[in-house]
């Protein structure tokens, strides 16, 4: 199943059989102290900087969220997106559960963007999908409601078929849908990625639908967290997650070569296109 993006001029297509694609994730102030402070003082040249980073370092798709203390976002999230847009032509994921935010950015946004997020809580639905099928854009569906995240992988492909259904009732297809299977940590539950991907084995046994991770939680409280992200992600893509929101700058190159030894990048074209950027981008090495 194809879900397809766009940017004002760059299409993005996620698909299982085609490569994996990477939603860059810097532009969200939760934790970056110095975003948040750009946000509020409305220094979009950072923002762009952010933007044109993540790109140069192969992200597909970028993130924008614009969540911090004191941001309007009704306001902030629309000149952001654009801000992004404008600097890369890279297709949107607007980050928000703000219906009025959302709804703000979606009607200024050329393309096809990627809504993120709506669950299977009936507010969530109500809320989040009539501004999706409205704008025409894709969604991430996240596998919790009002119970919180389901224990098993039967329990969250249930909050799967219904935020489905529902998108389904109001004409959003399927394909338009991303269901994203969630994760805890293994810090405190060590069956909690299995669990995840044993979720994104009945998501598409079930519904053929893409899938998308934003792990990071997998490594809580955990030594060594990137390597245990790391070796998360590439389980993950091995299982069928068709995109991930992550950090392109540490994870496109282990991705690309996920996809070179799945035998999606025919010659590893990619692959050597992506180790090639990264290396002119290192710093030039002293001489003797």
């Known amino acids: 199943m194809r879900t397809v993006l766009r940017g004002?001029?760059?299409?993005?297509?996620?698909?299982?059989?085609?490569?994996?694609?990477?939603i860059g994730e810097k532009i969200n102030p939760s934790g970056r102290k110095k975003l948040a402070?750009?946000?509020?003082?409305?220094?979009y040249d950072y923002i762009r900087n952010l933007?044109?980073?993540?790109?140069?370092?192969?992200?597909?798709?970028?993130?924008?969220?614009?969540?911090?203390?004191?941001?309007?976002?009704?306001?902030?999230?629309p000149e952001v997106a654009r801000i992004v847009a404008d600097s890369v032509d890279r297709p949107i994921c607007l980050d928000s559960a703000n219906r009025e935010a959302l709804a703000a950015a979606l009607a200024v946004l050329l393309g096809k963007p990627l809504v993120n997020s709506v669950?299977?809580?009936?507010?969530s639905l109500?809320?989040?999908?009539?501004?999706?099928?409205?704008?025409?854009?894709?969604?991430?569906g996240l596998t919790m409601d009002e119970n919180g995240i389901p224990e098993t992988a039967e329990g969250r492909l249930k909050v799967a078929e219904k935020i489905l259904d529902r998108a389904s009732q109001l004409g959003i297809p399927a394909e338009d849908v991303v269901i994203d299977p969630l994760v805890l940590t293994v810090g405190a539950n060590s069956k909690a990625a299995s669990i995840t991907l044993e979720t994104v084995r009945l998501v598409r046994l079930e519904f053929g639908v893409n899938i998308n991770l934003g792990?990071?939680?997998v490594s809580f409280g955990?030594?060594?967290r990137h390597t245990i992200y790391q070796a998360f992600l590439i389980l993950g893509i091995?299982?069928?997650?068709?995109?991930?929101i992550t950090d392109p700058m540490k994870l496109t190159l282990t991705i690309r070569a996920a996809d070179l030894l799945l035998g999606r990048d025919d010659r590893g074209r990619r692959f050597l296109g992506c180790w090639r950027t990264l290396q002119a981008a290192q710093p030039a090495q002293a001489g003797p």
């Open 215 to 217: 792990a990071s939680n």
């Open 238 to 244: 091995a299982a069928g997650v068709t995109c991930a």
């Open 8 to 22: 004002q001029k760059y299409e993005v297509v996620i698909d299982p059989d085609k490569n994996f694609t990477v």
């Open 51 to 77: 933007a044109i980073q993540q790109a140069a370092a192969g992200a597909d798709v970028l993130d924008v969220n614009v969540g911090a203390p004191g941001i309007d976002e009704v306001s902030v999230l």
């Open 37 to 43: 402070e750009a946000l509020a003082n409305r220094d």
């Open 222 to 224: 955990m030594p060594e």
């Open 126 to 140: 109500n809320r989040v999908l009539p501004v999706v099928k409205e704008y025409g854009a894709a969604v991430i």
């Open 119 to 123: 669950n299977g809580e009936e507010a």
